[in-house]
C-alpha cells in the first residue's frame, strides 16, 4: 500500500510578545489539522513570540516565558498531530533561534537555526548562537529535515539533511516582504530541490510587525522544482498538502496554486496591511492627518481609509495665506470621495501670534525658510493636539524622496506616530495613485472608483509655504531626482558611477550632501512600511555626524 503523509501549513499573523494569542492561533490550527487526519502542522519561525523580536530574547524573563510556553503548549496536544513552532531557546547559557517539533505531550525533537542572518534588517548574530547542523527527525512513515528560514539558502545545511537521510525539507520562515522578493525566495528554495532531489515546503508568517510585514505566499516544491502548492500573499491560510512515495521517493500532490499580484498591487498591500497591523497591535482604534490637498497626503488617507475604513479616518486641512483655494477644493474632494471626515483649522491666528511673540528677536533679519518652518511646526502641533485629545494616531505623509533629502519639518510635518508611505519613491507615489484609481481587491474597506482626483495627480507639487512655490524650485524634477536616490541609497553607488549614468555632477553632489545632512532628521522620524530592501531605518543605518563625502 502507498504511504502518504498529510502536512498542515499553518500561514498565520503572530503577534509579538502575545504568547497567550500565538498559542491560541496554534491550538486552533493544530485542531484542524487534527480534524483533517493530518500528522503535523506546521507554523512559521519564532511563531509563539512573533517576530521579530529583535533585543527582546536577550532578556531572561522572556526567553523563560517563551520556554515555558512551549512546554505547557506541548501538554495540551498530547492526542493527535505533532506541531512544529518556533521559538527562542536557552540552552547551557547559550541563546538559540529554535525550532520545536511537540509530540505526544512533550517536546520530541529540537532544531537549532545554523544560519543566522546578519544584514537588511536582520541582527541574528549579535543575539543569537549559531546552531549545529542537525539531522532529520522521524515522524511515520517519513523523516523530516528543517532548515530555519536562511538555512535554507545555503547549501549545506540542506545537503547534509539529504545526507543523513532527510525525505522531505520543511522550511519554516519569518521573511518579510520586499518588492519583488517572492522570485528570489522560490529561485534559491528550487536550487535546494535540485540539489537535494526532495520535495520542500516553504512556510513564511503574514503580518504586520513595526516597519516590517510578513507577505506570506508560502510554496510546496516537488523534486525537479515543480510547483505544487501556492498559497496567497498576506492572508492568514491553514492549508493541507499530502505527500505519496513513489518509487522516486516522496512527493506532493498538487493542489491550489494561488496566482500571485503584480507588483503594484502586492505594494499596495504591504502599506494597508503595515498600517492596519500597526494600528490594531499597539491598540489604535482611528487616524488623523494633515489634508493639504497634495498627492501625498492623499495617498496616506486613501490607505487609512483602506486599512481601517473610512468612519476611522479624520482628515484635516490647515490652511494659511499661502494655501490655495485650489488645495483646499482637492483637500476636500479627496476626503469626500473617501468617506473620510474632514475638518478645518487655520493657522493664520497662531502663525500672526508666534511672529508678533518672536519679533524682538527677529528684528533686523530677513525672511527666510525659518518663518516658512513656523507654518509647519503650528501644522504639527494643531495635529497632535488633536491625537491627544480624542487619542487618534497621527500619521505622516512624507515619501521616500522627501525623507532621503530632508524636504520636511522637524517637529511639523514630520511629526506623527506611522508614515505608510516612508519607502515610497514620489515618482511611485504618482503610479500607486493611478492604479488605487482603477483597483479595488476584498482586502479594501474604503470606497471603489477614482477617490483621489485627477486634479491632485496631474498638478506640480509644492509645500505651499510661500507665494507660488513649486518642489522643483528647491529639488530637481523628481524623475531626475527619484533616479539620483535609487543609486546613491538603494544601490550604493559612488558618485562617479551616478555620473556615468547621465546625471549632473553638481546636482549628484547636491543631493548627496542633502542625503547627509538629513540623517539627524531620518534618527527621529516615525516608522514606515518597509517596500525595499534598503528602506530608510533597520536596512540602512549611517551616523548622524559624518563628514566623509564620495570624492570619485
Known amino acids: 500500500m502507498t504511504q502518504t503523509f498529510r502536512l498542515t501549513l499553518a500561514q498565520l499573523n503572530p503577534t509579538v510578545g502575545d504568547f497567550a494569542g500565538n498559542a491560541a492561533k496554534a491550538i486552533a490550527a493544530w485542531e484542524e489539522a487534527r480534524a483533517a487526519d493530518a500528522q503535523m502542522v506546521a507554523l512559521p519561525e519564532m511563531f509563539l513570540t512573533g517576530y521579530q523580536v529583535q533585543d527582546l530574547p536577550m532578556k531572561p524573563a522572556f526567553t523563560a516565558d517563551a520556554m515555558r510556553a512551549v512546554d505547557a503548549l506541548a501538554a495540551q496536544i498530547a492526542e493527535g498531530p505533532a506541531m512544529g513552532i518556533g521559538h527562542p531557546m536557552m540552552q547551557d547559557g547559550q541563546l538559540y533561534n529554535a525550532y520545536s517539533i511537540l509530540k505526544d505531550g512533550k517536546v520530541a525533537s529540537r532544531i537549532l537555526k545554523h544560519e543566522l542572518p546578519n544584514f537588511n534588517v536582520f541582527d541574528e548574530k549579535r543575539v543569537y548562537t549559531r546552531g549545529p547542523i542537525q539531522g532529520p527527525y522521524a515522524l511515520d512513515p517519513l523523516r523530516i529535515g528543517t532548515p530555519i528560514c536562511e538555512d535554507a539558502w545555503h547549501e549545506d545545511v540542506s545537503e547534509t539533511l539529504a545526507e543523513s537521510g532527510a525525505q522531505l525539507l ?85 493542489s491550489t496554486k494561488t496566482v500571485l499580484p503584480d507588483e503594484w498591487a502586492l505594494d499596495y498591500r504591504m502599506m494597508v496591511e503595515s498600517l492596519r497591523d500597526y494600528m490594531g497591535k499597539t491598540g489604535f482604534k482611528s487616524v488623523l492627518l494633515g489634508m493639504s490637498g497634495g498627492i501625498d497626503s492623499a495617498l496616506v488617507a486613501t490607505i487609512a481609509c483602506d486599512a481601517l475604513g473610512p468612519e476611522n479616518v479624520r482628515c484635516v486641512m490647515l490652511p494659511s495665506e499661502y494655501t490655495s483655494e485650489h488645495s483646499l477644493e482637492d483637500a476636500s474632494d479627496c476626503a469626500n ?214 570624492t570619485s
Open 337 to 550: 470621495r473617501l468617506g473620510a471626515r474632514i475638518d478645518t483649522v487655520p493657522i493664520s491666528g497662531p502663525r500672526a501670534a508666534v511672529t508678533e511673540a518672536l519679533a524682538p528677536l527677529m528684528e533686523g533679519t530677513e525672511p527666510d525658510v525659518t518663518e516658512e518652518n513656523i507654518q509647519s511646526r503650528l501644522r504639527g502641533l494643531m495635529l497632535m493636539a488633536l491625537s491627544n485629545k480624542f487619542g487618534e494616531m497621527l500619521l505622516t505623509t512624507g515619501n521616500k524622496s522627501e525623507v532621503a533629502v530632508g524636504y520636511a519639518t522637524i517637529y511639523g510635518d514630520m511629526s506623527g506616530g506611522y508614515n505608510p508611505i516612508k519607502d515610497l519613491y514620489k515618482m511611485r507615489v504618482f503610479e500607486t495613485c493611478r492604479w488605487r484609481n482603477t483597483h479595488h481587491e476584498s482586502w479594501l474597506m474604503g470606497k471603489q472608483g477614482e477617490v483621489i482626483p485627477t486634479r491632485i495627480i496631474d498638478k506640480p507639487p509644492s509645500a505651499e509655504l510661500r507665494p507660488d512655490q513649486k518642489d522643483e524650485d528647491s529639488l530637481p524634477p523628481y524623475e531626475v531626482l527619484d533616479d539620483i536616490l535609487d543609486r546613491l541609497v538603494d544601490q550604493d553607488q559612488s558618485v562617479a558611477e551616478v555620473v556615468a549614468a547621465g546625471h549632473d555632477r553638481a546636482m549628484v553632489k547636491k543631493i548627496e550632501h542633502l542625503i547627509y545632512i538629513s540623517e539627524y532628521k531620518r534618527f527621529q522620524s516615525a516608522p514606515g512600511g518597509r517596500l525595499t530592501p534598503r528602506a530608510f531605518w533597520l536596512d540602512r543605518r549611517y551616523p548622524i555626524v559624518n563628514r566623509w563625502r564620495d
Open 170 to 254: 520543511l522550511v519554516p520562515n519569518g521573511s518579510p516582504y520586499f518588492r519583488n522578493k517572492h522570485d528570489i525566495r522560490v529561485s534559491h528554495m528550487v536550487s535546494r530541490v535540485v540539489e537535494t532531489g526532495l520535495p520542500l515546503v516553504y512556510l513564511n508568517m503574514v503580518g504586520g510587525q513595526d516597519d516590517q510585514v510578513f507577505d506570506g505566499c508560502s510554496f510546496v516544491l516537488n523534486p525537479g522544482g515543480e510547483l505544487a502548492l501556492q498559497l496567497p500573499a498576506f492572508d492568514e491560510v491553514i492549508a493541507h498538502v499530502d505527500f505519496e512515495q513513489g518509487d522516486d521517493g516522496w512527493r506532493a500532490i498538487a
